[in-house]
């Protein structure tokens, strides 16, 4: 997958009704850590992430394999194919996504870093440019420096909220296909990406040019929701099934305390004090994890409040791989209102 505009200024997809058929949701948290370190360089560029990363800058400091962190990331913002593959899953594990990094072709490491790097700066960063001796073992160093950024940085807390935000771009997205078809997919994913007899367009706003166009010949498309990236991308070649990256719905509330919202007093007279802050939390899916971190109770007791609530309709569910969401429903928004 690319994670910069390619060569053409239009990519489009050809897709037939078996294309859309396989075309699926995909979550990477290798992805996610990896577009995750532009912050590092130009924090203001994603504004809501920044209360979130100035918490983990100390850690971040820290890190023993900071300065080969910071050189994956050109100047222009662009960062090697390689560090993202394709997910093998809905939500692959990150330790698999580490391994499919490592077992990355060495040949195919030296021309990735030189189409990110040399044509705005001229030459490699030198930690990288050093490595290139022994991709291999390069490929292996920049899989231990992620694995530390993950465990040490993001997987304590920011996680947890990231992947709730992921999580119910997805739901919507699917409900969007389900209701509406393509035309309800697409019409606003992002003002890039353009959807019109059976072709999918992303465009790059620069001169006019021919151009790449590919038929996905049954292949599918994967579309992959991402809380680093200000417009829609992808990688077309021949082989593996295209994916689509884009800005993901609701990223804006990465930036909102996660304190529960207060509650009206009728409404907690008529739940009780844990189901009322409960549904006020629910304008948005969630996961029973993320709620009870939020709510700082047990998952179990979340769960228990959660079956009550949806006995008496007062908020869904939905489930994407093995994660259930919940929402309120319209009765509960209409109480709560």
């Known amino acids: 997958m690319s994670l910069h505009p390619a060569a053409e200024p239009t990519n489009r997809f050809r897709l037939s009704l078996a294309d859309l058929a396989a075309t699926s949701f995909a979550c990477s948290a290798l992805q996610e850590a990896v577009l995750s370190l532009r912050m590092w360089g130009e924090s203001g560029r994603f504004a809501e992430q920044t209360p979130w990363f100035n918490r983990i800058r100390p850690e971040f400091d820290a890190l023993r394999h900071r300065e080969l962190l910071l050189a994956l990331v050109s100047r222009n913002h662009y960062i090697p194919d390689f560090l993202t593959p394709r997910p093998a899953a809905a939500w692959p594990n990150f330790a698999r996504e580490l391994a499919t990094l490592r077992a990355t072709p060495p040949e195919l490491v030296r021309p990735d870093l030189e189409r990110t790097f040399l044509p705005r700066e001229g030459a490699l960063p030198e930690p990288l440019a050093a490595g290139l001796t022994d991709p291999v073992t390069l490929l292996d160093r920049i899989a231990a420096a992620l694995q530390e950024y993950w465990e040490r940085c993001l997987a304590p807390a920011w996680w947890h909220r990231a992947r709730s935000v992921l999580q119910a771009d997805i739901v919507y997205r699917a409900r969007r296909l389900a209701e509406g078809g393509a035309d309800g997919l697409f019409a606003d994913l992002d003002p890039r990406v353009s959807w019109r007899d059976g072709v999918l367009s992303i465009g790059w706003n620069r001169a006019p040019d021919p151009g790449a166009d590919i038929d996905l010949a049954g292949r599918g498309l994967v579309l992959a929701p991402t809380l680093f990236a200000r417009g829609a991308h992808t990688n077309i070649d021949p082989g593996p099934t295209p994916i689509l990256t884009y800005p993901a719905r609701g990223r804006a509330t990465m930036a909102e305390r996660l304190d529960p919202p207060p509650t009206i007093r009728a409404l907690r007279r008529l739940l009780g004090a ?36 949806l006995d008496a309709r007062l908020v869904n569910r939905a489930r994407h791989g093995p994660v259930v969401l919940y929402a309120r429903s319209a009765l509960g928004d209409e109480l709560c209102g």
């Open 274 to 309: 844990p189901r009322a802050r409960l549904l006020a939390l629910l304008d948005e899916p969630a996961s029973t994890t993320e709620l009870a971190r939020r709510l700082s109770v047990t998952p179990g007791a979340v769960s228990q409040h959660l079956a009550v609530l």
